[in-house]
């Protein structure tokens, strides 16, 4: 005789590809001290359980009311070393939708969907963004840069650890591609997808293969104080760029699909 057994969970993560956006399938080592995590085969990360929510977690239809999520932190680690290690702040328990139940004589239920496809909700994993390791592959028709990024005035070059940088256009400062420096102050950014231009010189061709960029690097000087082994968060960095504790480094480029560029960003630390 088979047992049923219910559980509800509080939430789930999934990690995506920075280049791409697509879910990084196969899993990562995920730690968070108190929080009880397992991934499932398409790479979705269950938050089953974490310090004060055990009445939620033992029965499906919890006596208590649905609590308010807290924040709380993941360390991702990738074994097999295609993605950079990170950590990340992810929110449980996620809220769960009231189902109604379909209309009278219809075999669909569009308010049924469109609850289960609220973001907000425990049926629709948080993605975290994990970024690629400076030698990892990358498309054929990408345009790719391989940047260094390094401490100035420094003989011989030092790099400098887990800055953030991002590849804006210039036509309109949308953000290509984001990407984050090793332990060495190696990074790659990657931009998929780059197809001929509208040229806006008002001169010349109609339309142009390459286009203006700008790569700019991001470095918190306090991490030079951590310990080794040191695991970062981008978020920290991406969440408040117009901090004035960051420092940074530009430089203007043109881009073109399967094009790859070395670059050297020296910072002032």
């Known amino acids: 005789m088979n047992e049923q057994v219910d559980r509800r969970i509080l939430g789930a993560f999934v990690c995506v590809d920075s280049?791409?956006?697509?879910?990084?399938?196969?899993?990562?080592q995920a730690a968070a001290p108190h929080w009880a995590l397992k991934p499932n085969r398409s790479g979705i990360y269950v938050i089953?359980?974490?310090?004060?929510?055990?009445?939620?977690?033992?029965?499906?239809?919890?006596?208590t009311p649905w609590p308010s999520?807290?924040?709380?932190?993941?360390?991702?680690?990738?074994?097999?070393?295609?993605?950079?290690?990170?950590r990340a702040n992810v929110q449980a328990p996620q809220s769960v939708p009231d189902i109604p139940p379909p209309p009278a004589g219809s075999s669909t239920n569009p308010a049924a969907l469109a609850a289960l496809q609220n973001p907000a909700t425990v049926f629709d994993p948080q993605r975290v963004a994990v970024y690629r390791t400076p030698s990892a592959a990358v498309g054929p028709n990408w345009a790719s840069i391989h940047a260094s990024?390094?401490?100035?005035?420094?003989?011989?070059?030092?790099?400098?650890?887990?800055?953030?940088?991002?590849?804006?256009?210039?036509?309109?400062?949308?953000?290509?591609?984001?990407?984050?420096?090793?332990?060495?102050?190696?990074?790659?950014?990657?931009?998929?997808?780059?197809?001929?231009?509208?040229?806006?010189?008002?001169?010349?061709?109609?339309?142009?293969s390459t286009v203006a960029v700008t790569v700019t690097a991001y470095f918190d000087p306090a991490i030079?104080?951590?310990?080794?082994?040191?695991?970062?968060?981008?978020?920290?960095?991406?969440g408040n760029l117009a901090n004035p504790a960051l420092k940074s480094a530009s430089q203007v480029l043109q881009l073109s699909a399967g094009q790859q560029l070395p670059l050297s960003l020296a910072i002032s630390v």
Not at 53 to 59: D, M, V
Not at 77 to 85: E, G, I, K, S
Request: net charge negative; aromatic share 6%; charged share 10%.
């Open 69 to 86: 999520p807290v924040s709380f932190e993941v360390t991702l680690q990738d074994p097999n070393r295609r993605y950079l290690p990170r």
């Open 224 to 238: 030079l104080t951590q310990l080794p082994g040191w695991i970062p968060n981008p978020d920290d960095v991406l």
């Open 149 to 208: 990024v390094t401490r100035l005035g420094s003989a011989p070059a030092q790099g400098l650890p887990w800055a953030v940088l991002r590849v804006t256009r210039n036509s309109d400062s949308s953000v290509l591609a984001v990407g984050v420096s090793d332990a060495s102050g190696e990074a790659l950014l990657a931009v998929p997808g780059l197809t001929l231009q509208a040229s806006n010189s008002g001169v010349g061709p109609v339309t142009v």
């Open 48 to 63: 089953f359980n974490g310090p004060g929510f055990s009445a939620q977690t033992g029965q499906f239809l919890p006596a």
């Open 19 to 28: 280049v791409t956006q697509e879910s990084v399938t196969y899993p990562m």
